[in-house]
C-alpha cells in the first residue's frame, strides 16, 4: 500500500468519525500519528496502519482522494 492510497484511507476514516485526525507520514520511518475517536494520538509503524487501514476497509470506509490526486 503506498502513502497516497494510505492518506485517502485515513481521510475517509476521518469523514467516518472513527479519527480525530492523523499526521504522516514521517519520512525517516514512514510511520503515522493517529488519534482514535476515544483514545490519546499515538505514533504507529507503517505495519500497522496499513493493517489498519484494510481494517477500515473491510468496515466499509471509502477512502477520500484530493481533487489533485484524481487527476494523476
Given at each position: 500500500m503506498i502513502d497516497r492510497e494510505i492518506r485517502a484511507m485515513l481521510r475517509g476514516a476521518t469523514a467516518a468519525d472513527f479519527l480525530i485526525g492523523w499526521q504522516g507520514p514521517h519520512l525517516m520511518a514512514r510511520s503515522y500519528c493517529l488519534t482514535p475517536k476515544h483514545?490519546?494520538?499515538q505514533e504507529r509503524p507503517l505495519d500497522y496502519v496499513i493493517g489498519y487501514c484494510e481494517m477500515l476497509a473491510e468496515a466499509g470506509v471509502e477512502p477520500l482522494?484530493?481533487?489533485s490526486d484524481l487527476t494523476l
Open positions: 483514545a490519546e494520538p482522494y484530493p481533487e
